[in-house]
C-alpha cells in the first residue's frame, strides 16, 4: 500500500510560484509512475503532468507546458511540481498519483493511489 502527501500549496499572486511536494511511502517508489492532477470547484478532475519510473520521461498538459516541470528524487521518495508564472485560472486542488508500474498515462483510471490533495490559489 501507497501513501502519498502533498505539500506546498497556498495562495500566491498571479505570475508568481510555487513548488509542490508530494511524499511517498510505502511499496517501492522508483517502481511507480507519478502524476499530478487537479481539481477546481465544479470541474473534473484533470491531468497536469507525469514522470515515467523507468526513463523520466515527463507528459504535460498544454495549459500548463513551458510553465510547470515535473520531476522525481527517488532518493528521497519524493515527486515535486515547479509551478511557475501561475494564473487564476491554475487554481485548484492538486491532488499527487502513483501508477504502479505504469508510463505516466493522462488517465486517472489508470493511477492506483492518491493523496489527499493540496490547495492551490492564485490572485489576480
Known amino acids: 500500500q501507497v501513501q502519498l502527501v502533498e505539500s506546498g500549496g497556498g495562495l500566491v499572486q498571479a505570475g508568481g510560484s510555487l513548488r509542490l511536494s508530494c511524499a511517498a511511502s510505502g511499496g517501492t517508489f522508483s517502481s511507480n509512475a507519478m502524476g499530478w492532477f487537479r481539481q477546481a470547484p465544479g470541474k473534473e478532475r484533470e491531468f497536469v503532468a507525469s514522470i515515467g519510473w523507468k526513463f523520466a520521461n515527463t507528459r504535460y498538459a498544454d495549459s500548463v507546458k513551458g510553465r510547470f516541470t515535473i520531476s522525481r528524487d527517488n532518493a528521497k521518495n519524493t515527486v515535486y511540481l515547479q509551478m511557475n508564472s501561475l494564473k487564476p485560472e491554475d487554481t485548484a486542488v492538486y491532488y499527487c498519483?502513483?501508477?504502479?508500474w505504469g508510463t505516466g498515462t493522462p488517465f486517472t483510471f489508470d493511477y492506483d493511489y492518491w493523496g489527499q490533495g493540496t490547495q492551490v490559489t492564485v490572485s489576480s
Open positions: 498519483a502513483a501508477d504502479y
